[in-house]
């Protein structure tokens, strides 16, 4: 089965770029962020069309919202509100008889890395510790598959400069061990680094205001798909589809995705 995720930035602006990605790609299940739009104003049957007939939302209005689109039949799922909060960053879906889908879009942080002058960067780090623990109290044996924009990239090689960006919000060590605690908490495996080993640099985010790209590749990795340690052999292939980022109305994500033998 092939994943894909996507931080869209708006579903309904990209719809002609989904369907492109649903071509070029041929997945399985697409998971998207920021999709932007209140679940009554979803555009369904687009979406329908493009082959995707069977979709779980989780919309508001003007900013975030989260989907999990398939090809087959699926079920809701264990979503939760995190920090008390009611603003669509996360879905999941039971995408078969044994097997979870997650999708998560984790807070930016906003600029400054300091949770005591900045309300959004404390709520990052409150969010990943929820998550973290979340992670440690599910069952350990189950097939998961958890996706997202993710917000943080966690190597030296998920950014273009470790050393520049060490006080920048992504990847400042804080959040770094935070994701990492995340991770390990249920011994989530990166299926992409399973694939791409980490002295490859590789990247799912560019900045609009790098207008140079793809010249000046300043990205970083902030898009992540993640297997419980149950799929841990399951990982067949992964990858990034960086040319999404140079196409007309682009988002300043590109899709991620992986191969997962189910």
């Not at 369907?19 to 049957?45: G, H, N």
């Not at 400069?161 to 990847?171: A, E, F, W």
């Amino acid at each position: 089965m092939r994943f894909v995720s996507w931080n869209i930035n708006s579903v309904r602006f990209r719809l002609n770029a989904l369907k492109r990605v649903a071509d070029e790609l041929s997945p399985d299940f697409m998971c998207l962020q920021e999709i932007k739009s209140e679940t009554r104003d979803f555009p369904a049957d687009a979406i329908s069309k493009i082959g995707f007939p069977h979709q779980i939302v989780r919309g508001m209005k003007g900013y975030n919202g989260v989907a999990i689109l398939a090809r087959t039949p699926i079920a809701g799922g264990d979503t939760r509100d995190w920090c008390g909060r009611h603003d669509c960053r996360h879905i999941a879906a039971n995408i078969g008889s044994d097997v979870e889908l997650h999708n998560f879009y984790v807070p930016a942080g906003g600029e400054q890395p300091d949770p005591n002058i900045n309300d959004k960067f404390a709520h990052k780090l409150k969010f990943l510790k929820e998550a973290e623990t979340w992670s440690r109290d599910i069952t350990p044996n189950a097939k998961r598959i958890l996706v997202g924009d993710l917000n943080i990239a966690p190597h030296e090689n998920d950014v273009w400069s470790h050393k520049q960006l060490l006080n920048v919000v992504s990847h400042t060590p804080l959040e770094v061990a935070a994701l990492s605690n995340w991770q390990t908490a249920h011994g989530w495996i990166d299926a992409i680094r399973t694939i791409i080993p980490e002295t490859e640099k590789i990247y799912s985010w560019w900045s609009y205001r790098n207008r140079t790209w793809p010249g000046s590749d300043r990205g970083r990795r902030l898009d992540h798909i993640w297997v419980s340690p149950a799929l841990a052999e399951n990982v067949k292939n992964a990858g990034i589809l960086r040319d999404a980022r140079g196409w007309e109305k682009p988002s300043d994500h590109a899709p991620v995705w992986a191969d997962v033998d189910l």
